[in-house]
């Protein structure tokens, strides 16, 4: 089975209710068919890109293939020139940048914390949330027993769910479990998982045939693409932000994604779990994908919010165009 598939396709399944519905069928291959832009990495930020290469192709008539993988697939791709651009749902670190990627930020997306609406203990939950130090304790295994966790009268085991694929939300999570000082690698959080899986797409599988389960999702696998609305048995986890023990009208926005999305653009939910995204390439873009980028970070950016990610603020989006045309002396990007 190959990596590559039909943009339109999984727009299509995406917005009929059913990311779970691709649960199992991305693999680790593809090609681009001769497309003139290939692209692959994260998995979070797959979703916008496929919009953006559809708005783009049929504006400019340019071709482009979109690939998953996750984001260390997209940057191994891009630096051995597979591909012309690397979707990223972190920063590049160290080393990535020592053998020559370059990397834009290009929006926001968000991490969070899912269960079963089937869960025994979902009322409490979804009424009081859950802390930062109540989240670790679940994933490393400190709580094991769903009464535990919220106090209440139930006897049931916490089964947790990972990923086993090079994932930045993972990582995302890591960081957001471990505070302010501290961490928790990928590996570590294989470790603690009763499960680990490939993708959003399969977590998500798992989180909704498992009233017990406990994992974390990109946002856009949680919402339903098209409506926003919550979409079948994956709930969020509220995240009870000041420690309270309950959960303040200003904490509470996870009816839809609209409302959610806007409290990542006003601060109010962190970061992490919230991350910037980026596209990459080996050096700088070259040809067709440098006006891709630059379209990207200019006339794309229209297309972030009305599908379920936050857009960059004005001055952050200014640096990061800034920084595109410096290293880019034939591009127009800023104005």
């Not at 593809?30 to 692209?39: A, E, K, Q, Y």
């Not at 899912?114 to 203990?121: E, K, Q, S």
């Not at 936050?310 to 989006?317: E, F, H, K, S, V």
Request: charged residues 25%.
């Amino acid at each position: 089975m190959e990596r590559g598939y039909s943009r339109r396709s999984l727009l299509s399944v995406l917005g009929s209710g059913s990311t779970l519905a691709l649960a199992g069928c991305l693999s680790v291959s593809g090609s681009s068919s001769g497309s003139d832009i290939r692209i692959s990495g994260g998995v979070g930020p797959l979703p916008m890109m496929q919009v953006w290469a559809d708005e783009y192709e049929s504006e400019t008539g340019v071709g482009i293939d979109v690939s998953g993988g996750g984001t260390g697939v997209g940057v191994s791709d891009v630096l051995n020139e597979q591909v012309d651009i690397a979707m990223m749902g972190r920063e590049p670190d160290e080393d990535e940048l020592d053998q020559g990627l370059f990397a834009v930020a290009m929006l926001i997306d968000t991490v969070v914390g899912t269960i079963n609406v089937d869960n025994p203990v979902y009322d409490e939950i979804r009424e009081n949330g859950l802390t930062r130090s109540e989240f670790e304790a679940v994933f490393t295994r400190e709580i094991t027993n769903w009464g535990e966790l919220v106090d209440a009268d139930v006897d049931e085991p916490i089964y947790v769910y990972g990923r086993s694929d090079s994932s930045a939300a993972y990582k995302q999570w890591g960081d957001f479990l471990g505070g302010e000082d501290d961490f928790y690698t990928e590996n570590e959080l294989e470790d603690f998982a009763d499960g680990n899986f490939d993708g959003d797409q399969q977590v998500a599988q798992a989180i909704n045939n498992d009233a017990l389960g406990f994992s974390m999702n990109n946002l856009n696998y949680v919402y339903d693409y098209n409506t926003g609305d919550l979409e079948m048995d994956i709930r969020p986890v509220p995240l009870d932000i000041d420690g309270s023990g309950t959960l303040s009208p200003a904490e509470d926005f996870y009816d839809d994604r609209d409302e959610f999305l806007t409290a990542v653009e006003e601060g109010i939910y962190p970061a992490p779990p919230a991350r910037e995204m980026f596209i990459a390439a080996k050096e700088e873009f070259e040809d067709e994908a440098a006006e891709f980028a630059a379209w990207v970070l200019t006339e794309g950016q229209q297309y972030v919010r009305e599908n379920g990610y936050a857009p960059l603020d004005d001055d952050r989006l200014t640096e990061e165009q800034a920084r595109l045309e410096k290293r880019h002396e034939q591009l127009e990007v800023t104005s």
